[in-house]
T-cell receptor, first 110, second 109 residues
Framework: KNEVEQSPQNLTAQEGEFITINCSYSVGISALHWLQQHPGGGIVSLFMLSSGKKKHGRLIATINIQEKHSSLHITASHPRDSAVYICAVSGGGSARQLTFGSGTQLTVLP | SQTIHQWPATLVQPVGSPLSLECTVEGTSNPNLYWYRQAAGRGLQLLFYSVGIGQISSEVPQNLSASRPQDRQFILSSKKLLLSDSGFYLC????????FGSGTRLTVV
């Protein structure tokens, strides 16, 4: 069993739809990260969470530490949101290395 | 501002040839530095991390090595590449949020 599980693996939505991507983890963590990877491969960090909820523009990330679960929401989705979204966790200690989920390929159709 | 530079962007190398990928960061001091790899059709995997100059930790046994000769410089090397070394290599730093380099797509032929 992977330490970080994401669902769904693939998601196709129509422009304007509300999107949710889920992430569950089985290990103790110091922080959870949501990353976005575009077709060229470059990765951008969207959020780093250790509790509660964060919002940036149309993106919202939540985490429930007790249930070991996080969600990434996209409101009013747009074709430019099409990308792979990756959940990753960092454990305790000073190294802060990441363990990654397998990613969710999101396609938003116009 | 804090930036990270990684080069080259793409690389095609024959089996058995050496490898050197370089990553430098600006705008921060004593960052944690990382090399990750994404093989075709697979997720990201940690290869090496460094919490300071000359300090390298390896996560996966392989024919790759890493060095940190300066605080803001992280180098990934191999003496002899294998076909299985093909993939997308990402340098990153953490302070504690993550910033990723633009990546190097390595094809071993």
């Amino acid at each position: 069993k992977n330490e970080v599980e994401q669902s769904p693996q693939n998601l196709t939505a129509q422009e304007g739809e509300f999107i949710t991507i889920n992430c569950s983890y089985s290990v103790g963590i110091s922080a959870l990260h949501w990353l976005q990877q575009h077709p060229g491969g470059g990765i951008v960090s969207l959020f780093m969470l250790s509790s509660g909820k964060k919002k940036h523009g149309r993106l919202i990330a939540t985490i429930n530490i007790q249930e070991k679960h996080s969600s990434l929401h996209i409101t009013a989705s747009h074709p430019r949101d099409s990308a792979v979204y990756i959940c990753a966790v960092s454990g305790g200690g000073s190294a802060r290395q990441l363990t990654f989920g397998s990613g969710t390929q999101l396609t938003v159709l116009p | 501002s804090q930036t990270i530079h990684q080069w080259p962007a793409t690389l095609v190398q024959p089996v058995g040839s050496p490898l050197s990928l370089e990553c430098t960061v600006e705008g921060t001091s004593n960052p944690n530095l990382y090399w990750y790899r994404q093989a075709a059709g697979r997720g990201l995997q940690l290869l090496f991390y460094s919490v300071g100059i000359g300090q390298i930790s390896s996560e996966v046994p392989q024919n790759l090595s890493a060095s940190r000769p300066q605080d803001r410089q992280f180098i990934l090397s191999s003496k002899k590449l294998l076909l299985s070394d093909s993939g997308f290599y990402l340098c990153a730093w953490s302070d504690p949020g993550y910033t990723f380099g633009s990546g190097t797509r390595l094809t071993v032929v």
